[in-house]
């Protein structure tokens, strides 16, 4: 590669992309076209990577990289229809990807990527898909989903960000209060949330909701998640026991983590050649 910003490194016979930008590092697997890190440059303080990362998963391309933003597609949760009993949250994860293209300049550096589908699957799921990524002072993760086919097909799917917290015991989801879920741990049971976020326990929730702005109070730093392209935001942090089930999971991961995800989980349908953006924007 002959970038400024962006150089190619192999670790465990898998490829990353390695950024290092005067205001910020990254870096990018090239199995799942997955951002395992992001960490600005601010000269007021010591430099924090946002994103949490197991140190208990496997970095050799044997399995989904458990942090950072895994891409979930063409569907999020377990396989349906057709596909049940194909791999939890999609294939893409599970692949690598190819860089199609990288766009520096002084103040981002922006990289398109797309997973190495072969022919059979791509004929069958009837979707393309292209990652976009926008570095500078916030994070773009731009999801584009496009029906090749001359039917009409199901899509749901997820941006599943981790971001890393100072500390469990001392963070807030702001933005959510009196907004419907779905509590899948209580057999998809309807709840009204009831003020702001604390996650305190086991939780998985699909906030049913299009709003486009979320905030995570992180001790005392506020970053606002935004996004565009949704029907739901997912909320997800495991605790301890099942962080301790995991073998992926670091026993003690979940005190330093939480999921916050513009999604697609209501039924979306694109149209024959119909082209859908999923958007999620990181802004510290």
Same mark, same amino acid.
């Given at each position: 590669?002959?970038?400024?910003?962006? +150089? /190619?490194?192999?670790?465990?016979?898998?490829?990353?992309?390695?950024?290092?930008?005067?205001?910020?590092?990254?870096t990018i697997s090239?199995?799942?076209?997955?951002?395992?890190s992001f960490t600005p440059k601010d000269n007021q303080n010591e430099p924090q990577n946002l994103l949490?990362?197991?140190?208990?998963?496997?970095?050799?391309? +044997? /399995?989904?990289?458990?942090?950072?933003v895994p891409l979930c597609w063409p569907w999020f949760g377990p396989a349906q229809g057709d596909f049940v009993g194909e791999p939890q949250h999609g294939y893409i994860r599970s692949v690598p990807w190819s860089l199609?293209?990288?766009v520096e300049s002084d103040t981002s550096v922006e990289m398109i990527m797309q997973p190495n589908l072969t022919k059979e699957l791509s004929q069958s799921l009837g979707l393309d898909v292209q990652v976009r990524y926008v570095f500078a002072d916030t994070i773009s993760i731009e999801l584009t989903t496009t029906n090749t086919s001359t039917e009409a097909k199901p899509l749901s799917q997820a941006i599943h960000t981790y971001f890393a917290l100072d500390n469990v015991n001392d963070h807030k989801v702001l933005g959510l209060n009196q907004i419907r879920y779905l509590d899948k741990l209580d057999n998809a049971?309807?709840?009204?949330?009831?003020?702001?976020?604390?996650?305190?326990?086991?939780?998985?929730?699909?906030?049913?909701?299009?709003?486009?702005?979320?905030?995570?109070?992180?001790g005392n730093k506020n970053m606002d998640i935004l996004g565009q392209g949704h029907d739901s935001i997912v909320v997800w942090n495991p605790w301890q026991?099942?962080?301790?089930?995991?073998?992926?999971?670091?026993?003690?991961?979940?005190?330093n983590m939480i999921c916050i995800e513009m999604a697609n989980t209501q039924g979306l349908v694109l149209q024959p050649q119909q082209v859908h953006k999923l958007v999620q924007l990181i802004k510290p």
């Amino acid at each position: 590669m002959n970038n400024q910003f962006v +150089s /190619k490194e192999t670790l465990n016979s898998c490829v990353y992309y390695k950024i290092e930008h005067p205001k910020f590092a990254a870096t990018i697997s090239e199995f799942g076209g997955q951002l395992l890190s992001f960490t600005p440059k601010d000269n007021q303080n010591e430099p924090q990577n946002l994103l949490w990362l197991s140190e208990s998963s496997p970095l050799d391309g +044997s /399995k989904p990289i458990r942090g950072g933003v895994p891409l979930c597609w063409p569907w999020f949760g377990p396989a349906q229809g057709d596909f049940v009993g194909e791999p939890q949250h999609g294939y893409i994860r599970s692949v690598p990807w190819s860089l199609i293209n990288i766009v520096e300049s002084d103040t981002s550096v922006e990289m398109i990527m797309q997973p190495n589908l072969t022919k059979e699957l791509s004929q069958s799921l009837g979707l393309d898909v292209q990652v976009r990524y926008v570095f500078a002072d916030t994070i773009s993760i731009e999801l584009t989903t496009t029906n090749t086919s001359t039917e009409a097909k199901p899509l749901s799917q997820a941006i599943h960000t981790y971001f890393a917290l100072d500390n469990v015991n001392d963070h807030k989801v702001l933005g959510l209060n009196q907004i419907r879920y779905l509590d899948k741990l209580d057999n998809a049971a309807e709840v009204i949330q009831d003020g702001d976020v604390v996650i305190t326990e086991h939780t998985d929730r699909v906030y049913l909701t299009a709003q486009d702005k979320v905030s995570l109070l992180n001790g005392n730093k506020n970053m606002d998640i935004l996004g565009q392209g949704h029907d739901s935001i997912v909320v997800w942090n495991p605790w301890q026991e099942n962080a301790k089930n995991m073998v992926d999971f670091d026993d003690q991961g979940y005190t330093n983590m939480i999921c916050i995800e513009m999604a697609n989980t209501q039924g979306l349908v694109l149209q024959p050649q119909q082209v859908h953006k999923l958007v999620q924007l990181i802004k510290p």
